[in-house]
Each structure stands twice: as structure tokens, then as C-alpha cells.
């Protein structure tokens, strides 16, 4: 068990004492932001990761087909261009924290918290990067320049790497200052530290055209060693796990968390001939213990607002109230491993791709004889010789069930899933194609407009060519 109060204690010090400065200084401008302390941006940037990952994962769990609006023709559902200046606000809100948080860490000869701030700076820049393409980042947290130019995304890949490589390294060197219970998401634990950026290293290498895959490899092999080591924050009672209050607050009405009928239909023997027993511990079932799911686009039709579709429900694996949020696990790098080395070792390609299914499980609390079962089954368990990338991205899907880098895997491999067909109801802007970027804040395009390249839902990040 992580050191919860430990944090909380911190956490809410931390506010306490902010709270009292901003009483007694009536005479400070408050528009003025008060130095922050080292160990305050590593608690507020580690948290606020951990948020940015299921904020840019609540958009894209709609265009992989793990949510469905109940109500037909949805916004987000149909792949409408929405405004996002607040995920665009709250990515960069983490990364000017990290910003200070570097620059202190300089200063001090904090190597270790350098490190850290350089993993987690590449980990916001490049989600950003993944959803918008090109977006301000050398004149992006100086604030010299009020309108900041937009950087080249392919650039920008090239400084996430260089970041985790950085980070990788300064965490392996000597430090003035440790890292503490500040850090929410390894408790200052500068090995598990090292395992993340490797982690991350191979992730978005993967998404890189040509990447080197020897260099890919080194990078998982010197990453996570079993489900001990994934990356997350834990919740608290002050404040629930985000996914868990949309599940609550569907059944107070407020509705959503409603599932596809894409991922009932890809566990439940459908699209698949095998039943997956990890479908119960992920979502809910009707009133009738049945599994139906909403058609992305189409709405619930004549269905009741409660009791007769597939919903997220609370106190499951992702939707207790102190469920952790997940940033990077072990499955993740299981699947990329099986990825990348499935055309040079199949052998290897194969064992990672059923140690990745079996982590996920082993995750959820599937039963033992329920796991077997499923593994020895001929539609999972094909032989090295028999694999697929299909294959591999399928239960890699499954695995990173709500979460953002799943979007990347559906653009990458072009929506390539089984049975994935386009929502009902499409923007008819999308030409009946899949979305492929997300558009640029209303709020930048106001104020930082002569900057915004003009892009239309079609445009492809650099990647995705």
C-alpha cells in the first residue's frame, strides 16, 4: 500500500500553508503567483499527471469504442470538433509547473527530482503532441512572448525522447536532495523512477516510424519487472478517482460511462469465440445480468435511463472510489514487446503477448481456473507460428481499457479492430472517415490565433502518416 497519508498530510500542509499566505499577505498582488517549493511541484505535478492521463483518456475512450453516449448524435460520440481549452489548460498547467520544477532542480543539484521532472515533462508534452500535433513549447513557459510560436511535431517527438533520456540518466547520478512522499506516484523510489522513463521510452518510440527496434527492446528490458512496478496515483476519501465519480454520478442521472457496444460484443463471445472473463470486473451489467452495450452514435434508443444497458458501475477495478489511475503498467510493455519483436523472434513476440493478457488479468483478480481457461483457449493461445499484430493489439486494447494510448494504437494500425465500424450519426465533415487529431482550443485560436495552424479532424500527427 502506497504512503496515502503520508501525502494527504503533505498535500493538504501544503495548501494549508498557501492558504494562509494568501490571508495574512493583503498587500501582495494576487495576481502575482508565490514561489513554489521544490517538494510542492513534485506533489501537484505528479497528481496532475496521473488526472491528465484519464482527462485525455475520457475524449478518446468514445473514438475507440469503449464508451457510448446514450443520447444519439452526441458530440462526442460522432467525432464533432469540441472545445478543449480546459485538457489544453490543464496539460499546460502541469508542464509550466514542471518547468519551475526543472529549473529548480538545476539550481539545487537535485538530480533525482530533475529526473523525475524531465520523465513527467515528456510524458504532458508528448500526450499533447499525440491529440493536437504541433503546439507552442520553446516559447510555450518563459512567458516572454505572449503570442508563443508552434513547434514542429516531429521536433517535438525528438525532445521527448531526448527528455526520457535525460530524465533516465540524472536519476541514475548522485542528488543533493531526495525525493519524498511528495512524489504520489513512486513515493521517491528512484529505481522505479528509471523502470518508468524506460517504459515511456519504448512507448513513444513505438509510435515512431522506423524506430530503432534494438533500442526499443534495451529500453523494455531495462523497464517494469511485474505489476509491482506500474506507474499510478492512488486516491483518497477526500477526493474520489475520477472515473468512479462518473460511474456514481451516472446512477444520480447526470448520465455517462455508458459502454460500446464494440466492447461488450469484442468479451461476450460476439466478435470473438471466446468469452472473457474479465468483462464482469470491468462493467456493469443490466438489470436482467445481461451485457448490451450502446451503439457509438446511435444512442439507447428506446431504453430506460437506468437498468438496461452496460454502464461503468461503482467499485469495480477502475471505478472504486480509491481505485488508482493508471498512467504505465507492465500488460502496456508486455504488448509492446510482443509488437516490436514479433517479426524478428516470434517466440519472444508470443511470450510477451501472453504474459501481457495474464498481468492484465492478474490486475483485475480474474480467477485462477477462469485465467487458464482463457489462455489455453485456440482463439487465445495460437502458437508463436499463428500470432498476429492483430492479434496483439486486440487484447492490448482490452488491457488498456479507458486509457489514452489506445487512441494512438487505433490511428496507428488505421482502426483496424475487429468489427470497429463508424459511428452512427458521423460528422459529416469526417468525409466517413475516423477522426484522426484533435482540433485547436477555442481558447488559444482567440487568443494566440495568427500562431494556430489551421487543421482540419482529418490532418495526421506527424506519426500517423
Known sequence: MKSIYNRIFGLLLLLGASSCEDFLDVNENPNNPQDAPITGLMTNATYETALNVQRVGNITSNYVQYLASPNPASA??????LNYSG???NLYNVMTDLTDLVSKAEESDAGHYLGAGQILMALNLGMTVDIFGDVPYSEGFDFSAVTPAYDDDEQLYAEVLSLLDQGIQNLSGTTAISIGDDDFIFQGDVESWIKFGNVLKARFMLHTPNANANELLSAIDNGFEGNEDDAYVEFFEQR?????????????????????????EALDGTSYPV???RLPLMIGTTDDGEFIGV??????GDAPEQGARSTLIPGQYYTSELSPLLIATFAEQKFIEAEVSLGSDPNRAYAAYLAGIEAHMDMLEVPESEKEAYL???????GAGSLTLDDIMKEKWVALFLHPETWNDARRSDYGYKDMTL??????????????????????????GQNVPEVTLLDRIWWDQ
Request: charged letters at 15%; a negative charge.
Open 423 to 448: 459511428p452512427a450519426n458521423l460528422n459529416t465533415d469526417l468525409n466517413n472517415q475516423f477522426i484522426r487529431r484533435l482540433p485547436y482550443p477555442d481558447n488559444e485560436v482567440s487568443r494566440n
Open 240 to 264: 474520489f478517482n475520477p472515473w468512479a465519480q462518473i460511474a456514481i454520478n451516472n446512477e444520480s442521472l447526470l448520465l455517462g460511462g455508458w459502454i460500446s457496444t464494440q466492447f461488450v
Open 295 to 300: 451503439p457509438n452514435g446511435a444512442g439507447r
Open 87 to 89: 485538457t489544453w489548460f
Open 76 to 81: 462526442s460520440d460522432v467525432m464533432e470538433p
Open 376 to 382: 489455453s483457449d485456440p482463439g487465445v493461445s495460437m
Open 275 to 277: 468469452v472473457d472473463p
